[in-house]
């Protein structure tokens, strides 16, 4: 029982934590003039409401991760040369997807009569 307290107390709110946060390095990469703390209140805002998905797309890489070190264990560490950059990737597209997006301006042409 002290065991299931501990992990209610620590674990879950440490990934709710973790999820909160987890773009922070985006923002700090697009606003390298903001601060910290402003870059982790961004992450906060941007991620309220996509927590969900983004743990969804972090748990549909467990198998690509698993296959990794397997292959790893039997060949080579090599593997995760493609797989890291290929997750980072992935977070990043998550994170550009967040960003509010401006309306393209539209193009007034003049009709010759």
Known sequence: MLIFIGL????VP?????YRYSLAVFVLYD????GVI???HESNRLVTGHKKQLFSLHVSFIPLLLLCEVVAMLLAPIVDIWAKPF???????????????EEP???ISEQAE
């Open 8 to 11: 209610l107390f620590f674990i």
């Open 87 to 101: 997750i980072g990737i992935a977070c990043a597209v998550f994170y550009n997807e967040l960003l509010p997006h």
């Open 14 to 18: 440490g990934v709710l934590i973790f």
């Open 105 to 107: 301006a539209e193009v």
């Open 38 to 40: 402003w870059c982790l």
């Open 31 to 34: 606003n390298p003039d903001k």
